[in-house]
């Protein structure tokens, strides 16, 4: 498929080009930790500021799980309670972490007006799959459990993420469904990995592979997975999901120069025909990653502002 870069996204694409910087699969997990982590301070927009932002410590069988609260200054209330958004972040499972996205969290609680909790699983190849699988059904169990406390409404709880993050909301909210005592509102699924397979025609075309590479994902799914076997479970590649029925209203975005985007535009499509209310959004000109680069990337901030409206309409 065709892909043209919008003008401000093929400038950064040349910016990061002529910046010489080391591919991820050259470097070490902390090396590609700290370089990614040092990006956000070129490509982040400022910090929308908030009512209050709070760190959690989240119990779990292995210890805790940092998590970070956001209140915007608006805030949809019923009864004293508000809707709230789980948030999962990307970085193919090794990479990133509550600060690399505290802009886009704060940015999803000002446009959705509810409060959002960013989870901060435990990252491979330290923690292989299912790790961060477990931590962020952990993760959203708890929150759940002491909604009242947080002064969330449980029954206005949905689940989202970007790219890995995306792969986790999937898998929390098939989760869920099957009965595991989370009742979803919705799941936001932004340039989501739903298959390992990685066979879709994204996945080869050239046009595709930006700054997130062919090479660099199959780096990310051997430092995630321990093995070929885990690529067909459905806690690593939710499109293996048995089946997609009775799943919450899914508002799926993907991106024209992006290996993931065949996938993500195929499981808003199963979604779509296993009956799920489905708002799909894909932006042709933009390439993967481009979600958290609001300050060189307008469509980021449509898309968030789009994001935001559609949670709004999920009361």
């Known amino acids: 498929m065709p892909v043209v870069l919008d003008p401000d996204a093929a400038a950064v694409y040349k910016a990061f080009l002529d910046a010489g910087r080391a591919p991820y699969e050259t470097l070490t997990a902390a090396e590609a930790r700290a370089d990614y982590s040092q990006a956000r301070f070129a490509t982040n927009p400022e910090p929308p500021e908030l009512a209050r932002v709070e760190a959690l410590a989240i119990p779990a069988p292995h210890g805790t799980i940092p998590a970070r609260l956001y209140v915007p200054m608006k805030l949809r209330q019923r009864d004293g309670l508000s809707p709230a958004l789980a948030f999962f972040h990307g970085g193919g499972w090794v990479i990133g ?65 970007d790219s890995a993050g995306g792969n986790l909301a999937a898998v929390v909210a098939i989760a869920a469904r099957d009965g595991n005592g989370l009742s979803l509102a919705g799941q936001v699924l932004i340039y989501p990995a739903v298959d390992f ?119």
């Open 97 to 161: 972490d509550l600060d690399t996205h505290d802009v886009a969290a704060r940015k999803l609680a000002v446009e959705g007006e509810l409060i959002v909790i960013s989870v901060d699983y435990r990252l491979a190849p330290e923690h292989k799959f299912p790790a961060a699988v477990d931590d962020s059904i952990a993760a959203t169990h708890w929150v759940a459990a002491n909604a009242g406390a947080l002064g969330i409404d449980a029954a206005r709880l949905s689940v989202g993420g």
């Open 197 to 315: 397979a990685m066979t879709h025609p994204s996945h080869s075309e050239p046009e595709t592979s930006l700054l997130l590479t062919h090479s660099v994902i199959r780096w990310f799914r051997d430092h995630y997975l321990s093995g070929a076997a885990d690529a067909h479970d459905w806690r690593a590649s939710p499109a293996r999901a048995g089946t997609l029925n009775g799943l919450p209203p899914a508002y799926v975005l993907t991106a024209g120069a992006d290996p993931l985007r065949d996938e993500g535009h195929d499981y808003a499509e199963r979604l779509r025909q296993a009956g799920v209310p489905v708002a799909y959004r894909h932006f042709p000109g933009q390439f993967h990653g481009f979600f958290t680069m609001g300050k060189l990337l307008q469509q980021a901030d449509v898309a968030a502002a789009e994001i935001g409206a559609w949670l709004r309409e999920l009361d």
